[in-house]
């Protein structure tokens, strides 16, 4: 903080296990991760290079440098690990993650069918090499999973070893716990929250409005993710109730007037 101000809340300190803000890079170059990481470092938690773009990011080692060097941790979208085990290339895929020093994986089944018996296979057998996310919620919109079944895929899931489960949103928020128009799911993720431990969940919530709704809903430490270099400062603003959407948050209710 560079001046104090009374009436924000308590942020989790970095390593944080509740409250982690995961950030969505899509092609930032050499130069923007390292002005990124200048201005951003402290409020990003990790760092996901999204879906395949690890494949064909120009001076990887590089970039996965930056970040490492700055103690962001770094992974590869869940949709890099899907393309390899759709071509049965499993064993490459740990060599891959082996090659460029990566201590953490996500696993997902959003664009591919997946039995889910051989997800939980895939968990256990990826937790013995490195810290594993794992992603609940279809990106097809056509596909509608019960609350029952979403719940039930996140808790076998944590307990199979992942760290975190990834509420899935994809980048766009209008899929999994959001509508198409962006709108929150309420009664699918009101049963989530009755049966899953929170602090194991990140929420996929690119859009502004989707991040104060769970800021409101769980707090300031709350886990979210898919957020946008360019707006990890600005969602801390929501988290602290710096911004308009969440500024009465913490207030006490004689201070909560908007005319003075």
Request: hydrophobic content about 40%; glycine content about 6%; aromatic content about 8%.
């Amino acid at each position: 903080m560079n001046f104090d101000l009374n009436h924000l809340p308590i942020r989790n300190p970095k390593p944080r296990e509740k409250g982690i803000t995961m950030v969505m890079d899509k092609g930032l170059s050499i130069r923007e991760t390292e002005d990124f990481v200048s201005m951003c470092g402290e409020y990003a938690d990790i760092v996901k290079l999204g879906f395949g773009t690890a494949m064909i990011t120009p001076n990887l080692e590089t970039k996965l440098k930056v970040y490492t060097d700055a103690g962001i941790p770094v992974y590869f979208g869940g949709t890099l690990f899907e393309a390899f085990i759709i071509r049965n290339r499993f064993e490459d895929y740990i060599r891959l993650l082996e090659k460029y020093k990566l201590k953490h994986a996500e696993i997902s089944d959003g664009s591919i069918t997946l039995n889910h018996n051989i997800k939980l296979d895939y968990i256990q057998k990826l937790s013995k090499y490195v810290t594993v996310i794992s992603e609940v919620g279809s990106k097809d919109e056509g596909i509608i999973i019960h609350p029952n079944i979403w719940i039930e895929m996140i808790n076998s899931e944590l307990e199979a070893g992942v760290w975190k489960v990834i509420a899935e949103a994809r980048e766009s928020g209008t899929i999994g716990i959001f509508r198409p128009n962006g709108k929150a799911k309420a009664m699918l993720i009101n049963r989530i929250i009755q049966k899953v431990d929170t602090s194991k969940v990140i929420w996929e919530t690119p859009q502004k409005a989707q991040q104060a709704h769970f800021i409101k809903l769980l707090g300031a430490n709350v886990n979210l993710g898919n957020i946008a270099p360019n707006e990890v400062i600005p969602l801390e603003t929501l988290r602290l109730g710096l911004r308009s959407d969440t500024f009465f948050e913490y207030l006490p209710e004689e201070l909560k007037q908007t005319t003075i």
